[in-house]
């Protein structure tokens, strides 16, 4: 059974960078598509990017150009570089993984970690 953990979040002003963590423990790690989801308080959970195999990315619309998402499949993690934070960015954050595809849609993900908290402040 796979499992997801996230790692990074934190608090910090506008305009500043935090780095997030995933580790997972999914069996065969590189075959999996992964994004990167976040829901605010009161909202609903929204796509912020994917990647599939080592270079297929997509991002969206509010964050691009400002997040970067990657991952080391030999260290089974995936990663969200997050620059030029604004107090809209605030929200958990949830790494999914899905196997053999990657999607703007939650619901094609079968493995969600636990979430964690990114705080920007004005």
């Known amino acids: 059974q796979g499992q997801l953990v996230e790692s990074g979040g934190g608090s910090v002003q506008a305009g500043g960078s935090l780095r997030l963590s995933c580790v997972g423990s999914?069996?065969?790690?590189?075959?999996?598509?992964l994004g990167w989801f976040r829901q605010a308080p009161g909202a609903e959970r929204e796509f912020v990017a994917y990647?599939?195999?080592?270079?297929?990315?997509q991002y969206a619309d509010s964050v691009k150009g400002r997040f970067t998402i990657s991952r080391d499949n030999t260290k089974d993690t995936l990663y969200l570089q997050m620059n030029s934070l604004k107090p809209e960015d605030t929200a958990v954050y949830y790494c999914?993984?899905?196997?053999?595809?990657?999607?703007?849609?939650?619901?094609?993900?079968?493995?969600w970690g636990p979430g964690t908290q990114v705080t920007v402040s004005a």
């Open positions: 999914l069996g065969t790690f590189s075959g999996y598509g």
């Open positions: 990647i599939y195999q080592t270079s297929h990315t």
């Open positions: 999914a993984a899905a196997g053999g595809v990657a999607s703007t849609n939650a619901n094609r993900y079968q493995f």
